[in-house]
């Protein structure tokens, strides 16, 4: 069954550092998409790619990158982490099923910066 | 003004007990309407869709949309402890994006 991982599914890091965390999805959208949840903020797009080496950026995308080599994959760049980002950080992949446009997500990755 | 205020509840029902949830919205131009389920530490899951106004059954669960009023409801009879879990309105703008209400945990006791 085709499906969408995130990993690592937890992590801890420092201030400052570099983070990537990986998304990999083997529906064959070209349509992906990076959000984070926070509690009274619900889901926020951070950053969107329509396609091989296309990149857009979200609502909140300040401190984070990403890039698209292929169409299964999209990792999420923290350049310089801060404690402002600590969140949950969901990877969807956007298809067509049943005539609708349904998103379909990751199971999340755990983020504390420390 | 956010494109989309949902009560983040928490909200609690006793088994059984029909539930409403709500959503509104501010873009009179939007009309692709859907509801996620999220179960606690798992991603979202598309629960319903509605194009438009108007009502959409499947099962227990309901979706309505009032366009004149930009209200969004979702509605679960006969509610069961599995249905505990957070639920979250979503609007979709085109271009491909999809703005997300900020969900409403709900808990249903048994």
Known sequence: DAEITQSPRHKITETGRQVTLAC???WNHNNMFWYR????????????????????????????????????DLPLTLESA??????????????????????????????TVL | QKEVEQDPGPLSVPEGAIVSLNCTYSNSAFQY??????????????????????????????AQVD????????????????????YLCAIYTGGFKTIFGAGTRLFVKA
């Open chain 1, 24 to 26: 990999h999805q083997t």
């Open chain 1, 37 to 72: 949840q926070d509690l009274g903020h619900g889901l926020r797009l951070i950053h969107y790619s329509y396609g091989v080496q296309d990149t857009n950026k979200g609502e909140v995308s300040d401190g984070y990158s990403v890039s698209r080599s292929n169409t299964e």
């Open chain 1, 82 to 111: 801060a404690s402002s980002q600590t969140s949950v950080y969901f990877c969807a992949s956007r298809g067509t099923s049943s005539g609708t446009d349904t998103q379909y997500f990751g199971p999340g990755t755990r983020l």
């Open chain 2, 33 to 62: 309407f859907m509801w996620y389920r999220q179960y606690s530490r798992k991603g979202p899951e598309l629960l319903m869709y509605t194009y438009s106004s108007g009502n959409k059954e499947d099962g227990r669960f309901t």
């Open chain 2, 67 to 86: 366009k004149s009023s930009k209200y969004i409801s979702l509605f679960i009879r006969d509610s069961q402890p599995s249905d505990s879990a957070t």
